[in-house]
Every structure is written in C-alpha cells, then in structure tokens.
C-alpha cells in the first residue's frame, strides 16, 4: 500500500476524505488508514444498492460541505461498487467537479466497478438511471482486501470476471471455467488480465457509443432481475448474481440472434449454473422484466437492445430482441437443472 502513499506525496489536496459504507469501514479502513499519510475526514453510510441513491447522493455533498471540502479536495471512494459508483458521481458534480480515486475492496469493484470512468445512482429500483462519465484519477487495487469478503460476495465478483473471457478472451474462460473462487490464490494476475481487457476496450470507446456495449453482456437481463429481486425479495440478489443468470439468459438468445454454437451455449450454461447455481422465480414475472428493460440507457425507440456472443470470446452489440424471444430464453433458463439460488 506504499503506493498510495508515493502517489498522494507528489500531490497537494486541501482536505482528504474517505467515503465508506458499515463493510469497508470496519475491514477496510483500518488497513489504509495509515497510507492516507495526512490527517482525513470519513463520510460513512449503510451498505448495499438501496444506498446508491438520490438520498444518499445529498447526504455525502452536505458532509462535504461541512468538511469545508473546497475545489482541491480529494474523494476517496473505499469500498465495492456501489461506493465508487456513488462517490464517484458525487465527486464528480461536487463544485462542478473535484478530485477522487477509488479503492475497490471487493472482486467486481475491482475487475469491473472502479475502472472505466462511469458514475451514477438509481432512481427507484431502475439501476444506474442517472450518472456522468467521470473517471478517476487512479485506482488502487490490493487484492489483500478479497480476505474480508464473504463467500457471496467473493462468488458475485467472480461473475464479472467470468464475463470478460465470453466477450473477449477465450483463454480466460478456458482457464477459469473449471474453478473454484474459493481456491483461487493467484487473485493477481486474475484482475489484471480483466482490467487489461476492460481498459484496452475503453480506451477505443470511451463514451459508450459503440464496442464497449460489449461489457454489457448479461447485463440487459441481469439488471432487470436485479432490479426485480431489490424491490420484491427480502434478501435481494447480488449484481454478479444477476449478472451470472443473465449471462446464461443472453447466452441463449446469442445461440437464437447471433449463431452461437449450441455446444458453446451448452458448455457456457452448464459452467454458471455450477457455479452460481440458479435462481427460480415465477413465469408471470416477465412482463415486470420486460418494463424494466425498456429502462436500460442503451435502449432507443422502445427497442430492446443486447450484448451478445458469437462465438466464446467474441461479442456484439446492438442486437434488438423482441418480448417473445426474451420470454423464451427466460424460459430456458428455468428449464436447467441445478440447484436453486
């Protein structure tokens, strides 16, 4: 961690200050607390994604205020995604703008999350309805931080990981396919290879106009379900659980759209659902999906637009899918035997 203190020295900040949630403050703060370097203020609020809201975006922008945080401060966003999500977009607007880094202290904040420069809240139940790209001005990865982590949590960042071997790297999913996170010591090189992916691929589409819709694979469903377990289930799904039911989803209407090959949509399933198991919900909540899929920003003229695969390892995107097809791939999902989520 003495690179975060190498890096704020070259550096001058007016203030300092650690935005956390109840998780990163108790496992994480403690570890880098000392590498800050310089006497800090804390913004501290409750975990999980009903946090990354409206409310909590003023509640942050009033501690702010009342740390006299001026145009030179800095924001250091410790914590999973929705703490980077959130301190990034409240950085960002904050005076029209101040300085932050993120800290990711989970699996997906740090593969996916805390790089690449977008920011945002939700708006009710609807994710990441409001948002600026913002990037940070470094990131700090220690993979020391995935020993605080629950076994869920841990198993939903592996999702994310999971991804970027579909949509880019063959290799990376041949090599991880047959594993287990919970045996996973070389959490390293796992996370560079992804952020590699994920930088390479924003640096060629910075805005999200055209390659990086890719990322979003698993996402269009996997946001809609998340979205539906948040506002209806009493222990709501996480988003690498989503994501890992909506890439399964999303995998079989590449086998129906883009000609992915039926072995690859077999061996794609029958992994997730190993690994991640699966989730059962009800067939008469599709048209509630659907609704919150006609949300997703990458939509236009009410057409629902998907990332999806080729082949594994290559992606497109701006694939329109119609209700029907959706419904029969959330069909086929519900037809797998695993063992329930």
């Known amino acids: 961690m003495n690179r975060l203190t190498d890096w704020l020295s070259k550096r001058s900040y007016s203030k300092i200050i650690i935005l956390t949630d109840d998780n990163s403050s108790e496992n994480c703060l403690p570890l880098i607390s000392k590498y800050v370097g310089k006497q800090y203020s804390h913004i ?17 922008w009033n501690k702010l205020l009342e740390f006299d ?39 997906l904040g740090m593969v996916d999350a805390a790089v690449g420069g977008k920011t945002g809240i939700d708006i009710g139940n609807n994710k990441n309805q409001v948002g600026l790209f913002a990037p940070a001005e470094a990131v700090f990865t220690y993979s020391v931080f995935l020993r605080t982590l629950p076994h869920r949590e841990l198993f939903a960042g592996f999702a994310e990981v999971m991804k970027y071997g579909l949509i880019y790297q063959k290799q990376l999913w041949d090599t991880l396919k047959l594993a287990d996170p919970m045996h996973i010591t070389d959490w390293e090189s796992v996370i560079v290879s992804c952020v590699k992916i994920k930088e390479g691929i924003v640096k060629l589409d910075p805005m999200d106009k055209g390659l990086r819709k890719i990322l979003n694979f698993g996402h269009t469903i996997g946001h809609a379900v998340e979205s539906y377990s948040l506002e209806n289930e009493h222990s709501p799904l996480l988003h690498g659980e989503a994501v890992a039911l909506g890439m399964v989803v999303e995998a079989w209407l590449s086998f129906k759209k883009t000609r992915l090959a039926k072995n690859e949509l077999d061996e794609i399933s029958s992994h997730l659902i190993r690994i991640f198991g699966r989730k059962r919900y009800e067939k008469d909540i599709v048209d509630t999906l659907y609704s919150y899929m006609l949300n997703d920003k990458k939509n236009t003229t009410n057409a ?7 082949c594994i390892g290559n992606a497109v995107y701006d694939v329109n899918c119609s209700f029907e097809e959706i419904a029969e791939a959330l069909d086929y999902y519900l037809s797998l035997k695993a063992p329930n989520l």
């Not at 501290?44 to 942050?60: Q, T």
């Not at 001026?70 to 914590?79: E, F, I, K, Q, T």
């Not at 629902?304 to 080729?310: D, G, H, K, S, Y």
Request: glycine share 12%; aromatic share 8%; net charge neutral.
């Open 69 to 107: 945080a001026d145009r030179s401060a800095l924001l250091v966003n410790l914590g999973g995604g929705m703490i980077t999500d959130l301190g990034g977009f409240c950085a960002a607007t904050y005076k029209r703008g101040i300085s932050f880094i993120n800290i990711p202290t989970t699996l």
């Open 304 to 310: 629902v637009r998907f990332a999806l695969l080729e």
């Open 44 to 60: 501290n609020i409750l975990p999980g994604e009903h946090s990354k809201s409206l409310e909590s975006a003023a509640f942050i």
